[in-house]
């Protein structure tokens, strides 16, 4: 049973109950799931990730507008709850802010800067974007006035020229890495350098792909995972960035690694080309990220230097 359905489960049985049976006045307000920090509230859990933070408890994000004493008791409440629950002991320990009674203004500020995520256009352009995924990832079980439900929802819409302006840096820097620096670096025998470039340019492509889809790309342990619910044409990548990242680079796999990169980049800019973000299917990735940073309709945005949202 993976994380959040053991999570779910055991809010139906104790959490639910507690809530409505003890606190009938602010069950209303209340959002109740299982999200944030964790492989589990990404779906990733396995039997390695249980050796840490994995347990059956479920968080209650607390509006600022509840009073303290009720936030005590609620704190109180959900450390009564059973410890042990098919076969897993719940953490006594919630300080970590992973579970447990949870401010909804902490939540948000932790991942964003803002009590109730609201982001400008520079804030977007900077925010990591591990940290947006933290802040709309896993479940909500309940949310009865949906204010939780609404702020997370706003969260997971990247704005269209914020989509634009990270897409326009990672073309750019897929360039200078698969398509220029590591053919010159093979060409001098640093096949050090010739990998890391390889590296460089599938973290990038990575990225894009995470960018035409308008998804928030997660911490890089857990990269690749989501890379694989990424729309098909993008997700069929996988393999290929693979191979790139982990095969040598000797005579023999050098033309093959540099034919994948430009396979690879191909599919990219026709899908940019196909959804809007650039005008023609470039052949050239400096021109393709130059034409997708010029469709950005903020001026401001625009304006600022092509690479200013990427890392």
Known sequence: MRGIELSREYYELYGAPMIDERFPELAHVLAVGLCGSGSECF????????????????????????????????????AS?????????????????????????DFFTSRTGHTDGALTMREWLRLPEHYLAEATNGAVFRDDDGTFTARRAYLSEMPADIQKKKLAGNLLLMSQSGHYNYARSFARGDRAAAQLAAIEYARRAMAASFNLDGR??????????????????????????????TTDNDTSTYKTKLDVIHDVSAVIVNCAHERGFVSI?????????????????????????ILYAVD
């Open 281 to 305: 299917a470039h052949h050239d990735l400096t021109a393709a990220a130059r034409d997708c940073n010029d469709k950005i309709a903020d001026a401001d945005v625009r304006n600022l230097n």
């Open 81 to 105: 709850l059973p410890r042990e629950f098919r076969g897993l002991m719940r953490h006594a320990d919630t300080a970590s802010g992973r579970r447990g009674v949870i401010m909804q203004s």
């Open 43 to 78: 779906g990733y859990d396995d039997d390695i990730s249980r050796d840490h933070d994995f347990d059956p408890g479920f968080c209650i994000f607390v509006p600022d507008t509840v009073d303290r004493a009720d936030v005590f008791k609620l704190e109180r409440a959900y």
């Open 216 to 245: 928030p790309q997660p911490f890089y342990k857990w990269a690749f995972r989501a890379f694989s619910e990424l729309s098909p044409e993008l997700s069929a990548l996988s393999d290929a960035l693979e191979y790139l990242i």
